[in-house]
């Protein structure tokens, strides 16, 4: 009835899920696919490598909710593969779309560019098929809707990396475009009645008969999009709820109820105690991965904890598989009794500067992350972290309300955060959010993707970038050879980089950050702090000084390496 | 008898075979492994990313023979899947070395940083079996120096990458070290002798009765290692030689045979006439992609072809399984009866600079070629192209004696060529050659790696750099989207880089070439050419100008994109 390109029937999918920007490099496999894109009012990035592009996607869908990557066949699409991986393993849903050679010329076995030589196509495909939730391979435009609603369905509802091939042939075939009006279902499946109510019925059971529960939130409340259910939670409970370090940011930090961050012997103290002696912790969407538990070192019990998940729920020790946590905590919080519920109220967490101040001048880590918190962070601030002293430092900062972490505490690929910044920034634009967009990464991490700073400057984002420089590897360091060359990089001037990359004069600022009085300047200069060009910032920390939860976690990791 | 940690067995190994720096990242799952390489007098590189160091590592081998990247798990190692794929399919031998979480964390399926979450720690090994030649999962130290062996003897005699893992509880497990004292064999295997009798005999039979034989060399000639036969064959029938793109540097183009380049419709006019005229052709290691012939645009007959290859050999339309080029070629050159040879002398190549130029102070593509092989090159330089118009034009550049070209014809990934000089101008330090490394790559194709430059500078590496600055991606332009916006870029002030990347003052210069003017007195300037520091220069030639094999290709594979 309206036929329509399968090119523009795949993006105008995309943009009906509420994508804006397509993320990608160009390569011949893919171009007539790209003249889709400005013609359906969508918005090319053109990233400066694909690797950076990949993690743009990854930042761009953890604030719009999804995204989409256009690369060439092996070359483009093998360049991203960590990316994709990453978001596979933390989560967070991509639609890898790439440009493959014709049909007909796979049916040949051609020997073209960007082949191995010897009539293969389906190499690339299939590396990717462990670490995407679905894949389609649009060969054949009569099934090419169906399988692209499918994917993006997937791609949704599992919050994974979907891969879809678009033969340079497929691309202008016709399809019938009437399917377009009908919106794909992204809506959750719901779980079986009778096994969700008795699942909620064990859940209130021991939630109200258990002394001094707590609530502890996790990656995956974040990621399969429960922070309604969470918030409510926490309103009607009023149980003290914590988050673990990839939790960061799921909950809002300035309510009543929320005590910190809970990472095993990386916590606060008063943290530590309160949950390690709850005698019932809800965890929400866990990740317990050894970075994310500083080693491994809960001290908590599986008998005294309730796991919700997206794909079951586990009390104590019994298992609910196909039971998922949305479901299930709508029902509790409808049902749980007030009357017979205890909530002992908990820590608060503040930023505590004053503990952590001393008379040097120098910037220390234990200083700067409450610093952060309490002088410079403001509500719906965007904050992306890299692995590295920041992804720790982290642990010691109070957000205001509405701020979203990013980090990528599983995966821990380095060079992610500056790629998911240019991403996330572009994404906020996109959804029309006044938000400013700030980044910490370390000076090594930063070398890695430093020049995805040039997409933000041509795409005229703002983002406010830390550098932390602190002469290489510290993280590493921590871990195994403080003074080993392998730790020490080359020596960049770090702030020049915007100017090279072509920011026009009056477009941006940077700034070289030495002392503590210069931080407490910067914090409070109201140019600085509005956000509207952007900003570049070198800040000093000494070679051998880390976060507290980075040394335990460090020292954790080199004996497990170490343990036969 | 001699007990020697596993880490070391390994790279002393790699000693052996001529490895003298290591490329790779560190990462906690490989930080013990890279205590050894100091402590064996070997170099760590520590590059800025593990694609580039991907790169480097390719580049190191093309020059040294073989080379060797060090990765951490899940992270590194795909961050460098696509340089290992293309090193697969260009023939490259690299040692991929990952280290892993321990043996004892893989068994109890531990979620660790670098992991998918799912406990299986497969997935990224998987991911290497089709690009790779041949495994090692260092798992047991009573297999590894087996193992080893086993493995890089295979990536020696494959010209291939291998993969190896090195979990961390393995490193410093100790085994024999007595079986160092014997190198691993790194002879090719030789043909079955009345197989391969059978076809000198048949070869001979077809050569000896040709009107006009020609010989073209391709790039397997090169990374299969035959060049020593290749030349003694040129010398003894005096045949006229011509090389494909990819076989670019195989030969002395200096030699009185040396005809030029074949690449179908893309070669000069003399060359393609004498190529296609020619009643027999022995075709030495070829891979006849479509980059390498113009588009699929060779108008010679199989009929009229012996292909000699590492594996087989196809005589007209009879094939010979598992019948090497060495010995069959050693024979041909012993056997051949030059009375009745008929070796009609061919087209003599030139640097054609005057039919070129023009009376415009324009730098242009059909001028500049000619002119650096005129000008600029010498002896023994190696020159790098990148995929692009670089890697077109350079067909016209006839090289002086000694030199060696690298570039990545068929697998054409942008950016190698920023990483490959790296570890070619590396490796050429490291084999003691004076020899200067020359790099041409498009301004598109640069910002996808930049950084590397600085891994250059930190090593003190003095190659001379061109950037053709020419607004973007001309290549794409010619086959889609002449004037579309993906095929633009952000205007970098490029040469400011290298101060930006940490040089020192009298470390390096830098050039901005506009006219032709500016062109011959850079290739007259002593300073220049003495190469004693790094030297950075960008040249400008038009956007939308491109060398004719580039058009001519570039029409063809958008004929084919589109071809149903
Ligand atoms: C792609 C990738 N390569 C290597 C690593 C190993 N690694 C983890 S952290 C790190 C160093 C980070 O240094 P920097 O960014 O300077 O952080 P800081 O000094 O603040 O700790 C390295 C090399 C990794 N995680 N990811
Ligand atoms: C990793 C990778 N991504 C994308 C491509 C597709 N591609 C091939 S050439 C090219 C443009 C190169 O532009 P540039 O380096 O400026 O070269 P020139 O202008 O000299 O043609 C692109 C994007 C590729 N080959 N490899
Ligand atoms: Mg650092
Ligand atoms: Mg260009």
Redesign the pocket.
Known sequence: KSPIDVAEYLFTRLQQIGVRSIHG????YNLVALDYIPNLGLKWVGNV??LNAGYAADGYARIKGMSAIV??FG??EL?TVNAIAGAYSEHVPIVHIVGMPSTASQKDGMLL??TLGNGNFNVFADMNKEISCAMAKLNDPREAAALIDDTLQKCWIQSRPVYITLPTDMVQKKIEGERLKTPIDLSFPTNDMAREDYVVEVVLKYLQSAKNPIILIDACAIRHRVLEEVHDLIDKTKLPVFVTPMGKGAVNETHPSFGGVYAGDGSQEEVQKRVEASDLILTIGAIKSDFNTAGFTYKTSQLNTIDFHSTHTTVRYSEYPGVSMRGVLRKVIQQVDLSKLSAVPGPKMENKVEENEDKSETITQKWIWPVVGQQFLKKDDIVITETGTANFGIWETKFPAGVTAISQVLWGSIGYSVGALQGACLAARDAGMDRRSILFVGDGSFQLTAQEVSTMIRLGLKPIIFVICNDGFTIERFIHGMDAEYNDIQQWHFKDLVKVFGAKEGTYRTYQIKTKEEVTKLFADKDFNSADVLQFVELYIPKKDAPRGLVLTAEAAAQRNAKE
């Open positions: 490099l160009p390569g011949d490598n694909e690369t060439t070359v483009g360049s560019h960007h």
